[in-house]
């Protein structure tokens, strides 16, 4: 029971350098998301992919690009990473329909940028 | 803009007493309602939701929840929390589509239980 999978776990960058978040699926879902969880802050979302080949801005999408590369996979890009972005990133997926829509996330990627 | 008030940051509760947890929603058109919980250093795990019908939902572990349109609230409620339950929950509203285009989150209620 895969779900969604996210790469990788843990990861200390320089001000500065560029990364990528990775992200997979094994549920067939048309929906993805990237979002970002702070102290005090709940989960803020960054991005978004209704279906395979489109992709929307959320509440906080500066400083990111995503790529939805096909249905299984969705990636974040950070390019120049900063400060504050500092954070948990969770990438999530769900079947993007109206009805029994619900959301999986995966476990979580620990970003410290210094 | 759809909005999600948690009022309370922290909860303190004795083992084996009833629990409720407050939400309050901002949106203009019929929400999709969801409460999630997070243990520390993991994802986040449905326990319920609420698209239509039934204003008392049923979720996992023992978990219901009231939607309230007068009131613009879904709270979640336990009758007896185990140690087990202590954890950060969070309510949140879904847009279009059933919250194809992504949740809105409150900012987290974190539970402490007491022995």
């Known amino acids: 029971n895969a779900g969604v999978t996210q790469t990788p776990k843990f990861q200390v960058l320089k001000t500065g350098q560029s990364m990528t978040l990775q992200c997979a699926q094994d549920m067939n879902h048309n929906s993805m998301y990237w979002y970002r969880q702070d102290p005090g802050m709940g989960l803020r979302l960054i991005y978004y992919s209704a279906s395979e080949g489109t992709t929307d801005k959320g509440e906080v999408p500066n400083g990111y690009n995503v790529s939805r590369l096909n249905k299984r996979e969705f990636s974040l890009r950070l390019e120049s990473a900063a400060p504050s972005q500092t954070s948990v990133y969770f990438c999530?997926?769900?079947?993007?329909?109206?009805?029994?829509?619900?959301?999986?996330f995966g476990e979580g990627s620990w970003l410290t940028v210094v | 803009a759809q909005s999600v008030t948690q009022p309370d940051i922290h909860i303190t509760v004795s083992e084996g007493a009833s629990l409720e947890l407050r939400c309050n929603y901002s949106y203009g058109a019929t929400p999709y309602l969801f409460w999630y919980v997070q243990s520390p250093g993991q994802g986040l795990q449905l326990l319920l939701k609420?698209?239509?019908?039934?204003?008392l939902v049923q979720g996992i572990k023992g978990f219901e929840a009231e939607f309230k349109r007068s009131q613009s609230s879904f709270n979640l409620r336990k009758p007896s929390v185990h140690w087990s339950d202590a954890a950060e929950y969070f309510c949140a509203v879904g847009e279009g589509g059933g919250g194809a285009d992504g949740l809105t989150f409150g900012k987290g209620t974190h539970l402490i239980i007491q022995p």
């Open positions: 999530a997926s769900s079947t993007g329909t109206d009805s029994g829509n619900t959301i999986y």
């Open positions: 609420y698209f239509s019908g039934d204003t």
